[in-house]
């Protein structure tokens, strides 16, 4: 299976390098946030920055190995990883390990994981491969698009009913690669709008949006060169925006458990719960906000260190940073990690074969997603929805997944060259 | 559209969201800086240390206040989370409405923050103390505050040590923030004019706390912290015997015991009586015990000694005499002729004519009222007013009048009438010496307290001055620093007059009218008085100081409502000058048997409902 033509010279050493700087970050932001001065040893495994420290050394070991797997194995395998993971999935389901109300753990020994994670880059996979099949067009073939829609929306569906609300979202991301494969913009941008209205709809009643929907069309028809089929067009997106936001409504009062609605209440701003379901949002932006301009400096954070701020370590790392790093070392990290984006989608772009491409973009959304929930979360601009920061985030098998997600890319994009030559 | 756009639009969005993303972090943390506040407030806790209170001694150095541990159930509400509240309940012993009204009322109180601590139950018991302390971790929010409150090992005194008691919003107000809702401060008493020096400095500990309250450690080692300094010892100049003493003479009276050591000033003892324990003035009960003693038709809690004016009757008339002296109107051989009284002023029998100091032994009222007539109508002077003037302020010299500025909360000034006061009932240069002449005798227009008296008393011991009396005679070990209280005051008489005068207080106890009053082995100098009270019977009254060379104890005594002053004042006296000069009282033990049980509150009934 090891191929002997593989160059390793060709490995984007750049991003190798973003990768272990952010997985240092990481570890000592873990550190940092469980440290006590009385145990300072960073290799104790007893604590979570020491069992970190070993989950990095699996992930690099792991990630070696991928980058010496042949890059047609990846090709080859994608539908069993994929059907792997449904698997596991489905397993999940039935004998899981229920955690903080999730039951999406599978427990062996003492090595748990969340098979969640390995599904993403199985549905990446998964996707490439379908996508990049012999005369597949995703823009015309409206078959091709309820495929695609499948292949995301099975494990999609089978983790919401693990009751992981965080991870199922994130398969949402996919929706940037099919638009960089055909899906035409409006879909992302009606998208937008649809948030948008949901947002409104559970701030003010929906009689008022219906109204005020109506009098904008009714604007928009009047400046415009009115024709039949836009006048139809136009009434017809109303009635349909009336619909949804009142069944949005009618789901928010009626389907919703109390607990859903104050966390969407406290994000909108309607309750203040400064320590019910407000607390966590408050005490990391107390955390973040006590960081100033140039931070309180390493190992110097009182917030995060006398566990102010719950799920410090997983899901509201973001705050050490800040509170620890300030304003200053905020603006490198976002930077760095935007960066790292931008370096993923300038090597996705550059590849010659679609199934490396379409994994690429599927890589960039992932992380994207989980950057824009977990940090806009830390700073109370999103919804509190329990996704780690990947690469930062404690916990083995979430780095685990990102590893191998980034390494199969890595890895593809390593062989471009050889591929060049091959066609050449 | 293109791939390239499409990228373009990806990389539009990422940035456009890490530029959303600095904007807000920005915001939060260089714009707004209220986070520092929160994160301050989250971490720091601020701990109060409450100084212990200074002591308080007697003279002699026994010990008679203290300080006893008390636990105070405190509450951050801010930090209440998953409370059982039955088992909490349970723990305290409070039915779930209790707790709940409990919670409403702190919530009323003024100042009421749910970040700050707030006492949410006094003084719980130790048992519940204990109780509690093993399942504190169970009730997070609350903890107990270990603070101290009074214990007296004398039910003697109350009006002296006063009381401690929880601060008003008004003293909140006063100490710019120093007391806070729950601190204790001294309410009357020694403990409220010395709360400075009892009360000591309250320090600060600042500590780090985590999310649920537990202590991490001190805030940089401590460099913000203050420690608290102990509230000062105090030595009182009360003679913790005598005062007891004195209290058990007037048990069942009304009356008061002034006892001034002539030399310095000290008071050695301030007896009011009916008096309190002033045991009944800590704890929990404190509140309600107040309120009964308020209520109470006695007025146990009247401070009479410093407060209550009397008429001081005959005794007035040794200060005439001086006065008279220093006038020049009246010398030690001037006799005057006694048929039973001075024209409306009546007198008693004795042999006639007198000089001034057989007059004084046997308190003659014509012959003061003839006294008073020629200081009054002193020819020397163009009017009675400036005569009378005179008069007043060689009064005035004697402490009447005024507040003479002891050391303890409430005194009163006596009454002493200005020549003004006079012009304005019977107009301007139309009265004269006979219109006031009861003034003579210690009548009419006059009002001393016995703190006054015990003062005046103390000024002829000393043949002419006196030093402000007070309560206080060490604090720290070392001597009262108040300048006022080691300054001599010396009266308008010359030391030359008081001879006579003090020869003549000597033939009271040896052959005048308070012969009962005699100690054998010690010359007693004193006056009896029995002061015409237009509420009820008269004032029994007498004052003395002893020995007559090197006097070491000036005392006022008056029994409200009990008739001559050789009756009950004057033995009263007698035993506590004995107690004070020997130590013993019980040398007379038929007197001292006839002053302890002496009872004279049902007399007073029909008089005391008359005035409530």
């Known amino acids: 299976m090891i191929a002997p033509d593989s160059k390793p010279s060709r490995i984007d050493w750049i991003t190798l390098v973003l990768y272990y700087f952010l997985v240092i970050v990481g570890l000592l932001c873990v550190y940092a946030s469980v440290y006590k001065e009385t145990n300072p040893n960073i290799w104790d495994t007893s604590e979570n920055y020491g069992r970190q420290l070993i989950w990095i050394g699996i992930s690099s070991f792991i990630g070696l190995m991928i980058l010496l797997i042949d890059e047609k194995f990846f090709f080859a395998f994608a539908y069993p990883i994929y059907g792997i993971s449904v698997l596991l999935l489905l397993a999940v389901l039935v004998a899981g390990t229920t955690v903080k ?174 320590k019910g379901a407000g607390y966590n949002v408050q005490q990391s932006k107390i955390a973040i906000g006590s960081g100033g301009l140039w931070g309180k400096g390493f190992l110097q954070g009182t917030q995060n260190k006398f566990r102010f701020v719950p799920e410090q370590s ?111 | 559209m293109n791939s390239s756009v499409k990228q373009k639009t990806l990389l539009i969005i990422f940035i456009s969201v890490a530029f959303i993303y600095i904007v807000r972090l920005f915001y939060l943390q260089v714009v707004d800086t209220s986070y520092v506040f929160f994160a301050q407030n989250n971490v720091l806790q601020e701990q109060t240390i409450y100084p212990a209170r200074g002591l308080i001694y007697d003279r002699k150095g026994e010990l008679l206040v203290y300080n006893d541990a008390i636990y105070d159930l405190s509450v951050i509400p801010d930090q209440v989370r998953n409370l059982d509240t039955t088992e909490f309940c349970k723990v305290l012993n409070i039915s779930k409405e209790e707790f709940l009204s409990t919670f409403a009322r702190l919530k009323r109180q003024k100042g009421y923050s749910k970040w700050k601590p707030i006492v949410f139950q006094r003084q719980i018991t130790i048992p519940t103390y204990a109780a509690f302390q093993e399942k504190l971790f169970d009730f997070q929010g609350f903890f107990v505050e270990v603070r101290t409150d009074r214990k007296y090992k004398h039910s003697n005194a109350a009006h002296v040590m006063g009381y401690i008691g929880e601060v008003t919003d008004r003293d909140i107000e006063k100490s710019d923030g120093y007391y806070r809702m729950g601190d204790f401060m001294g309410i009357s008493g020694v403990e409220r004019i010395y709360e400075k020096e009892l009360g000591g400095i309250k320090g600060t500990r600042y500590v780090l706390v985590d999310s649920k309250n537990r202590t991490q450690g001190r805030y940089k080692n401590g460099e913000f912290d203050t420690a608290a300094i102990a509230g000062k010892d105090i030595h009182l100049s009360i003679d913790q015997e005598l005062q007891a003493l004195g209290e058990a003479l007037l048990q069942n009276k009304t009356g008061s015991v002034v006892a001034i050591e002539p030399r310095t000033g000290e008071v050695l003892a301030l007896v009011s009586s009916p008096s309190y324990d002033p045991n009944l003035m800590v704890g929990r009960e404190r509140g309600n015990r107040y309120m009964e003693l308020l209520k109470d038709p006695s007025k146990p809690l009247f401070n009479r000694p410093i407060s209550a004016p009397y008429p001081p009757g005959s005794i007035f008339k040794v200060i005439v005499g001086l006065m008279g002296q220093q006038e020049k109107v009246l010398f030690p051989n001037t006799s005057y002729g006694c048929n039973h009284g001075y024209l409306f002023v009546g007198c008693h029998p004795h042999g006639s004519p007198l000089a001034l ?19 009054v109508n002193n020819p020397r002077y163009k009017h009675v007013e400036d005569a009378y003037t005179e008069f007043y302020k060689h009064a005035y010299s004697f402490g009447m009048g005024h507040a003479l500025g002891i050391d303890l909360f409430g005194e009163g000034q006596g009454v002493l009438k200005k020549a003004t006061y006079f012009d304005k009932i019977y107009g301007r240069h139309r009265w004269q010496a006979l219109t006031t002449i009861s003034m003579g005798i210690g009548q009419g227009e006059l009002g001393i307290t016995p703190l006054q008296m015990a003062n005046a008393t103390a000024a002829i011991a000393n043949r002419g001055y006196f030093y402000t009396p007070h309560i206080v005679k060490k604090i720290n070990n070392r001597a009262n620093p108040n300048p006022k209280y080691t300054t001599k005051n010396w009266t308008t008489i010359d030391t030359g007059y008081f001879p006579v005068v003090i020869e003549g207080m000597h033939d009271v106890i040896e052959n005048g009218t308070a012969r009962i009053a005699k100690i054998p082995g010690i010359e007693i100098c004193g006056k009896t008085g029995t002061a015409q009270n237009p509420h009820g019977k008269d004032h029994s009254i007498f004052f003395a100081f002893a020995p007559k060379n090197n006097p070491k104890i000036a005392i006022a005594v008056v029994v409200e409502n009990s008739g001559f002053g050789a009756t009950w004042a004057a033995p009263i006296a007698s035993l506590m000058m004995e107690q004070y000069l020997t130590g ?28 409530k």
């Open chain 1, 101 to 274: 109300g999730s039951s999406s753990w599978i427990e062996i020994g003492s090595f748990r994981m969340q098979p969640a994670e390995f599904a993403k880059f199985g549905s990446a996979l998964a996707l490439a491969r379908y996508l990049s099949g012999y005369n597949v067009q995703y823009e015309k073939d409206k078959k091709v698009q309820l495929i695609s829609a499948g292949i995301i929306l099975l494990p999609m569906i089978i983790i919401l009913l693990q009751n992981e609300t965080g991870s199922t979202l994130v398969f949402t991301s996919f929706i940037f690669v099919l638009y960089r494969e055909g899906l035409p913009g409006w879909i992302l941008f009606a998208g937008f709008v649809l948030v948008v209205l949901a947002v409104l709809a559970l701030l003010v009643s929906p009689v008022y949006i219906i109204i005020g929907l109506t009098l904008l069309a009714a604007l928009f028809l009047y400046f415009v060169r009115r024709t039949n089929q836009l006048i139809l067009i136009t009434v017809g997106a109303v009635i349909l925006a009336g619909l949804m936001v009142s069944s949005i409504d009618y789901v928010f009062e009626n389907v919703m458990q109390p607990h859903q609605r104050t966390r969407i209440n406290v994000l909108l701003g309607k309750e203040v719960d400064i």
């Open chain 1, 314 to 424: 997983t899901d509201f790392i973001f705050c050490t940073i800040g509170e620890e790093f300030g304003f200053v070392g905020s603006l490198i990290f976002i930077g760095l990690y935007i960066f790292l984006l931008y370096r993923l989608l300038m090597m996705a772009e550059r590849q010659r074969q679609k199934f490396n491409r379409i994994y690429g973009y599927s890589v960039v959304s992932i992380l994207f997603f989980h950057f824009v929930i977990n940090v806009g979360m830390t700073l109370g601009i999103m919804p509190v929805i329990g996704i780690p920061l990947p690469f930062i985030s404690y916990g083995g098998s979430a780095l685990l997944s990102f590893t191998i997600l980034l390494f199969i890319f890595i890895r593809l994009d390593a062989n471009r060259v050889n591929e060049l030559r091959n066609f050449s």
């Open chain 2, 584 to 611: 013993k009282h019980d040398t007379r033990k038929a007197l001292l048997e006839r002053m302890l049980n002496g009872n004279l509150t049902h007399r007073n009934d029909s008089a005391r409902f008359k005035t």
């Open chain 2, 357 to 375: 100091r057989g007059a004084i032994a046997v308190s003659c009222n014509a012959y003061f009222c003839q006294v008073y007539r020629s200081i």
